[in-house]
């Protein structure tokens, strides 16, 4: 009797759980230091964040977000970055081969927070929306930085001038 009410329990909660993190979101470590000090302030202990798929399922995201990202360098790789300029946008790089770049329609240009320690868009360039996957939503972990990821953009690094909207919806083609 028991174990057959386990096997159902099993089977019930393993198909809600899956759905569950591939639609809604998941927990994820934040391992390196190229978003301090947003994200592992201290280098030896890292954070812990809730990635929300749902906050990017219709591309919907902002100027100051932080995202998690498929690396256009290692399609292996997951990366945490801030967006900081969309499609219509004109940003100034940070050693990229050309000293402004006008960000093209279904791409967004991220940056780590620590410049100059961190592969981003000013080492691969603007990236396609079509790569994010995920936006940091909360710090879940250590205990003593619960709290929910603002959206906000550094001064030094707001684009030159700016597209469509804020609030801005990446239009996909497909």
């Keep these: 009797m028991k174990i057959s009410y386990f096997i159902k329990t099993v089977a019930l909660s393993i198909p809600i759980g899956i759905t569950f993190v591939d639609c809604v979101g998941y927990i994820a470590r934040v391992e390196g230091v190229s978003m301090q000090p947003a994200l592992n302030p201290d280098a030896e202990i890292c954070d812990y964040v809730f ?5 990017v399922r219709n ?4 100027r100051g977000d932080i995202v998690s990202l498929i690396s256009p360098k290692d399609p292996e790789q997951k990366i945490i970055k801030r967006i900081v300029a969309l499609e219509g946008d004109v940003v100034s790089t940070i050693g990229y081969k050309k000293p402004y770049v006008k960000i093209p329609d279904g791409f967004c240009w991220v940056e780590g927070d620590h410049t ?8 691969f360039g603007p990236v396609s929306a079509g790569l994010m996957t995920a936006r940091a939503t909360y710090i879940v972990w250590p205990p003593n930085r619960w709290q929910k990821i603002l959206s906000h953009l550094p001064n030094q690094r707001k684009p030159i ?3 469509k909207t804020y609030n801005h919806q990446i239009t996909t083609k497909v």
Excluded at 116 to 123: A, C, I, R, V
């Design 161 to 163: 001038s700016l597209g």
């Design 59 to 62: 591309y919907t995201v902002e």
């Design 116 to 123: 100059g320690n961190s592969l981003d868009s000013n080492t």
């Design 51 to 55: 990635l929300s798929k749902w906050a």
